[in-house]
């Protein structure tokens, strides 16, 4: 017997099968992502809410969260600036060995971490190579928050290099010798023009090296020098507390940061989608998104001052009227055509003496 | 404004893109640059805007020497062919940046300023469309936002780099034919770079040709269509092919491989040029004809064979090979003047374009394969 099914139209769409793609994907994020995040959210229960938050709320964990945190944010703002710096002259300056640079930039992304910490902390410390010409300064890296700091940016720079360089490629000189032919100096340039269309990308290179410097432990470890409440980042004391079998406890922070990580990184997010969002919004005041006549014809003006409910024909008399149909023809002309016939010169243009 | 260039040179390492090139366009005209990519337009435009400094010569405007005036004071309006629209700003805002950067004392209120951003989109014709982004346009639409951009600042000459490359055909036409009333309303002294002839012809009241970093001609178009003086010019604006005339024992240059009409006999034999090539034992004189001045008629022992017919509107073009005499064909067809592209396939034997009407080619019973004689109507000789 056959059951009649109901028949779904299908789209051609590029990746074969709707079904099996969405499958995978769930798939993929429930065992990667959901279920140890989720046994990690369990795992606290074990000593109750009271007691996670305890564990959350002692100076030693206090003070770790606000390395970590303020350290990683200090650190991204830092690699927000070197990363600029970098792959504005990656994109834009021609030099020999520009290929070796730019190699070089990933290298911090496949260098395993406590190599990198070693070899950072052997260059800081007070009888290392860069050490040794900083300890009568008075600047103390090695062992410090500054430490922290350094092995942070190195690691959090590439995020940033790459995140701009295809953007700033993208951005071109045009758009600087437009401002620049309009009177623009090359800080309003800046500023005004080549900040503004790069911003996402900034932020989101921001994101990226904020997350990284936040779970860095290997390279960390080793230039810190692990002083509980001074240079003691959260993963760490969570080491620590896994070592002590405190499971429990160390879910229980682990927890916390999982949480405030992912506020900021949301927010971080948001920011960046505003940021268009915020610019599309006033286009929206005067038309809709959309690029088709018919559904931009039911709109309304342009000028934002009919709603769609008010100006949509909801008969045909209103489809009738002269002034819509006049509307609707001007509308037509604009948006189709692209032989517009020159109109009254604006005054501020007109020469000023006849031509000879 | 009068704009003068003298002597202006520009090299890129080892590349000359400006080689030494004077000109001037006098004040409220249409100059369009026309010439193949690489000839080195766009860089005498970017020297005169002065996005590019030069290696030696001067700019003046009006008598006033910019050379080394940077492009922020010069006060030109400069259009690209890509637009280069603000991507993070509204048409308005767009419009309105030549005016918001300006300095306090010279910066026009914030009413004044959304007067002017109105009059213009009102001018470019997009009145409504001033809260829309960039990427809500189409092509021409953004070019006219970067026009009224570019005029937002009250320009002293206008420079539009390939202004319509990158649009659609009839886009482009009609823009084409809007801006040359624009500037007709404006007055203001205007210089297009333009690698299509057409739109040169069309749009400019005087058309540079420009070829290898110098300028070859400059003339109106209708100057410059009858009268080139370079057989780069003759065939950069418009089909046309190099006729090999021979020194004959009567004493006349003729064609051994088709017949002369009585107007270009009659040329030949008052031409000086064609008299000097004579006195100085040439062996040879290059007739410059165009593809719609050659007669050709069907004729079963015709020298000529049609090979290829395409409509091109109105008119057929036949593309008519040598089938006579093969003997001479080989150091002739060495001699021809190089093709214009150096990537386009060369014609393996002796051919000619030639353009008749469709009326023209029925009539004559002409068509693929058909045996034809050719006869010149007219022609041109270039000095060597």
């Not at chain 1, 929206?284 to 949509?312: C, I, N, R, Y």
């Amino acid at each position: 017997m056959k059951i009649p099914l109901p028949r779904i139209k299908r789209q051609h769409r590029v990746i074969p099968g709707f079904g099996l793609a969405m499958g995978i994907t769930l798939l993929w994020l429930g065992l990667i992502v959901i279920i140890p995040l989720a046994l990690l959210v369990i795992k606290p229960w074990e000593i109750g809410w009271q007691q996670s938050f305890a564990a959350i709320m002692t100076p030693r964990s206090l003070a770790a969260f606000k390395v970590s945190f303020g350290l990683a944010m200090l650190a991204a703002v830092i690699n927000v600036f070197l990363g600029l710096l970098l792959a504005w002259v990656l994109v834009r300056i021609d030099m020999p060995g520009k290929k070796i640079i730019d190699a070089c930039v990933d290298l911090p992304f496949a260098l395993p971490t406590a190599v990198a910490g070693i070899a950072l902390t052997a260059l800081l410390v007070p009888q290392g190579w860069v050490g040794q010409f900083l300890t009568p300064l008075g600047i103390k890296i090695a062992y410090s928050q500054s430490g922290i700091l350094v092995a942070m940016v190195f690691i959090g720079l590439p995020f940033v290099v790459r995140s701009l360089q295809p953007v700033l490629e993208e951005l071109g000189r045009m758009e600087e010798e437009v401002a620049a032919s309009l009177g623009a100096t090359a800080s309003q340039t800046f500023w005004r023009v080549s900040l503004p269309t790069i911003f996402p990308a900034i932020i989101t290179g921001f994101g990226l090296a904020f997350a990284r410097g936040l779970s860095e432990y290997g390279s960390i470890i080793f230039i810190a020098g692990n002083i509980p409440g001074r240079t003691e980042i959260v993963p760490l004391l969570i080491a620590v507390k896994l070592q002590q079998f405190d499971m429990a406890g160390a879910a229980a922070i682990g927890v916390a940061m999982l949480l405030l990580s992912f506020v900021i990184l949301y927010a971080i997010n948001q920011l960046n989608r505003n940021w268009w969002r915020s610019a599309a919004r006033e286009s929206k005041s005067g038309v809709s998104e959309s690029h088709d006549l018919t559904s931009f014809l039911l709109v309304g003006s342009g000028d934002g001052q009919h709603s769609p409910a008010e100006s949509a024909p909801q008969s045909s008399d209103t489809m009738a009227t002269p002034a819509y149909q006049q509307r609707l023809a001007e509308r037509q002309r604009e948006m189709t055509s692209d032989s517009p016939t020159p109109r009254k010169v604006p005054r501020f243009l007109r020469q000023k003496e006849p031509r000879p | 404004m009068t704009i003068t260039v003298e002597n202006l040179s520009r090299n890129f390492r080892n590349f000359k893109a400006v080689d030494n090139v004077s000109l001037t366009a006098e004040k409220g005209e249409l100059l369009a640059l026309l010439g193949p990519s690489g000839s080195g337009k766009t860089t005498l435009l970017r020297l005169i805007a002065g996005l590019e400094q030069p290696d030696s010569g001067s700019v003046i405007f009006e008598g006033e020497d910019v050379t080394r005036l940077d492009v922020r004071h010069r006060q030109v309006g400069f259009v690209f062919q890509h637009y280069g629209l603000f991507r993070h700003m509204t048409v308005t805002e767009n419009i309105a940046f030549g005016l918001r950067i300006k300095n306090r004392r010279e910066r026009p209120s914030k009413s004044q300023i959304s007067e002017r951003v109105q009059e213009l989109l009102h001018l470019v014709q997009l009145d409504r469309l001033g809260q829309r982004h960039p990427d809500q346009l189409s092509g021409g639409q953004k070019q006219r936002v970067a026009l009224a951009r570019a005029l937002a600042v009250e320009p002293r000459i206008l420079l539009l780099d390939e202004p319509f490359g990158a649009l659609d055909a009839g886009v482009r036409k009609d823009l084409r034919r809007w801006l040359r009333r624009l500037h007709d309303d404006l007055q203001l002294t205007t210089i297009v770079v333009t690698h299509d002839q057409d739109e040169a012809m069309e749009l400019a009241d005087r058309v540079v040709v420009m070829n290898r970093a110098k300028i070859i001609q400059a003339a109106t178009p209708a100057k410059i269509y009858d009268q080139p003086n370079d057989p780069f010019v003759f065939r950069f604006l418009g089909a046309g092919s190099a006729v090999p005339l021979l020194f004959n024992t009567l004493g006349h240059w003729r064609s051994p491989k088709m017949a002369l009409g009585g107007e270009v006999m009659a040329m030949l034999d008052r031409s000086e040029r064609a008299r000097q090539a004579a006195e100085a034992g040439d062996q040879q004189l290059d007739l410059f004809v165009r593809s719609h001045q050659f007669e050709m008629m069907a004729d079963s022992k015709g020298d000529w064979r049609i090979r290829f017919a395409a409509l091109t509107g109105r008119s057929i073009r036949f593309e008519v090979q040598y089938i006579g005499n093969i003997g001479n064909i080989g150091s002739i067809a060495s001699q021809e003047p190089p093709s214009l592209n150096p990537g386009a396939p060369t014609p393996d034997a002796l051919t000619y374009e030639v353009d008749l009407s469709r009326e023209e080619a029925e009539e004559n019973g002409l068509s693929l394969g058909t045996r034809v004689t050719l006869t010149v109507k007219s022609g041109l000789l270039f000095p060597r």
